[in-house]
């Protein structure tokens, strides 16, 4: 494995190479646990945003109207005014582990649920296992190309 280059960069584009091939071997029923990478790769990616403050204000100019929130796979519950806001959250929620997984009559994971009830807040957010598929990947793309 080669050292980073641009360390923010290649982590993501790393992230997103993992999770392609999880995916794929997912389709070709491998065995592998597409829910854990993606939980995995979510807990790294937004520590990580929020940390280093990576695209703050890039984060922060985009306002989450329905359109938006429809884009980056966000549950149009969330009342977060801009995408920052709704990371911020998120990542108290991740990095706190106060997360609940659903699953269906299989035991097959099929939500994720986030809260963020520190400082007496109540911020909830679920999102079914695709829809965190695509904001994950939504997300990384969004980092590479900015």
């Known amino acids: 494995m080669a ?3 641009n360390q923010e960069k290649d982590i993501i584009k790393r992230t997103k ?3 392609d091939f ?4 997912k389709h070709e029923n491998k ?6 990478q993606l939980f995995n790769s979510l807990l790294g990616i937004i520590v990580y945003i929020k940390e280093k403050k990576i695209n703050a204000d890039n984060f922060k100019s985009i306002k989450l109207t329905d359109d938006k929130k429809e884009e980056w796979a966000i549950p149009k519950e969330i009342k977060d005014n801009n995408l920052w806001k709704f990371l911020y959250n998120l990542r108290n929620a991740v990095a706190h582990i106060d997360i609940t997984f659903t699953s269906d009559n299989s035991g097959k994971i ?4 986030f809260k963020d009830s520190r ?6 957010c679920t999102f079914t296992v695709d829809g965190m598929s695509k904001f994950i990947n939504k997300l990384c793309e969004y980092i590479e190309n900015n």
């Open 119 to 124: 400082r007496g807040g109540n911020w909830e």
């Open 22 to 25: 999880i995916d794929k071997a």
């Open 110 to 113: 099929k939500t994720l649920s």
């Open 31 to 36: 065995g592998v646990y597409e829910t854990t």
């Open 17 to 19: 190479a993992n999770l």
């Open 3 to 5: 050292i980073f280059t």
